[in-house]
């Protein structure tokens, strides 16, 4: 019975050459399975001597009984290696430096939000929020602007699809005034409030972007008058600016909701900008007929009202040349407000 000896040494060292899991399944079936070499050898016994039966017969167990010690043997090591290598590929090394997540910043136009936000709301202001999507009627009629007035093409308009329950085109505001009628119907005298928010036209250049941001503000009592707005904006300026070096010069202009109107200016006194008139703001006494829309006695009420650029506050503050820095999302240009 050579040929059982051979066959145990040869599985066995089949076994040990087996890398993986498969390759040892494999192997077991050239041995043990059912045309396996000693499977072949067992069925071949019962051609033989029955005393010769016993003797072979209990060397072929012995034989198997080796074969499948080592194959157990050989799976245990081979599922060992398998934890070992994954254990070894998904190590974590908790003593790394974490990954770095950048940290955020307020963009500089809602930095100056805020500070505008803040410098009214301490003077008394209400801050108030209104839709981007905006009727015809609230962004221009309302505001003495009528249908078909040459007026409106100075704000060249997104309009969008669909309409009002008035049947009234719907567009993106042009400016955040149609909120001075909105917040005026909704609370009593006297009214006091700014508006910051989005707006949109039909502009694009380096002074000019289709969304841009406002700032509205509105005072209405009894006895409101230019000399208040005056004093209001210039205090605004100057808090704003953080200087008390500078001008304010209020120039006559024309808006149609305010009667008469001003474009408000500042120059700065010191600073690459010294001297120079920068127009900054909208502005006027509140016309009568748009406070008649207010829902209000014009003869009772009168007040000023004023839209400031708040890309235009922010670069001059900062000393920014070109508006569509704002909106590139150049991380170069918005860290330096970090
Ligand atoms: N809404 C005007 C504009 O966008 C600015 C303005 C507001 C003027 C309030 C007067 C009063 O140009």
């Known amino acids: ?52 039966r016993r003797s072979a017969g209990a060397l072929i167990n012995a034989a198997k009984e080796r074969i499948e010690a080592a194959l157990a043997a050989r799976r245990a090591a081979l599922a060992g290696a398998g934890l070992e290598a994954r254990l070894a590929e998904e190590a974590l090394d908790v003593t790394l430096p974490g990954r770095q997540r950048g940290r955020g910043s307020i963009h500089p136009l809602i930095r100056s939000w805020q500070r ?19 009727t015809d009627w609230y962004n221009f009629t309302a505001l003495n602007n009528p249908e078909n007035h040459p007026a409106r093409s100075m704000q060249d308009t997104f ?59 509105l005072w209405i009592d009894e006895h409101i008058s230019f000399a208040d707005l005056k004093g209001v904006y210039t205090d605004f300026l100057r808090r704003f600016f953080e200087s008390d070096d500078l001008a304010v010069r209020f ?33 006027g006494q509140v016309h009568p007929d748009v406070v008649r829309n207010f829902g209000l006695d014009a003869e009772r009420y009168i007040g000023f009202a004023f839209g400031s650029g708040i890309e235009r506050l922010t670069m001059l503050r900062y000393g920014i040349n070109d508006l569509r820095l704002f909106f590139d999302g150049d991380l170069r240009f918005l860290k330096q407000f970090a």
Not at 33 to 39: D, V
Not at 196 to 208: E, F, I, K, L, Q
């Open 251 to 283: 120039r006559p202009s024309f808006f149609p909701f305010t009667e008469p109107s001003a474009e408000i200016d500042v120059a700065f006194q010191n600073g690459p900008l010294e001297g120079k008139w920068l127009e900054i703001s909208g502005a």
């Open 1 to 52: 019975m050579q040929d059982v000896e051979s066959i145990v040494e040869r599985a066995l060292a089949e076994f040990d050459r087996s890398g993986d899991a498969a390759q040892l399944e494999n192997a077991k079936a050239r041995f043990l399975g059912k045309s396996g070499e000693l499977t072949a050898l067992l069925k071949a016994l019962g051609a033989l001597a029955p005393a010769e």
């Open 159 to 217: 309009y969008v699809d669909g309409r009002d329950e008035k049947d009234l085109p719907l567009l993106l505001r042009t400016h955040t005034s149609p909120m001075q009628v909105r917040y005026a119907r909704m609370h009593s005298p006297p009214l006091k409030v700014i508006v910051p928010g989005r707006c949109y036209r039909v502009d694009s250049d380096a002074t000019h972007s289709p969304m841009f941001h406002q700032v509205e503000g």
């Open 116 to 134: 505008v936000e803040a410098i009214f709301r301490s003077i008394g202001f209400d801050v108030a929020d209104g839709p981007e999507i905006e």
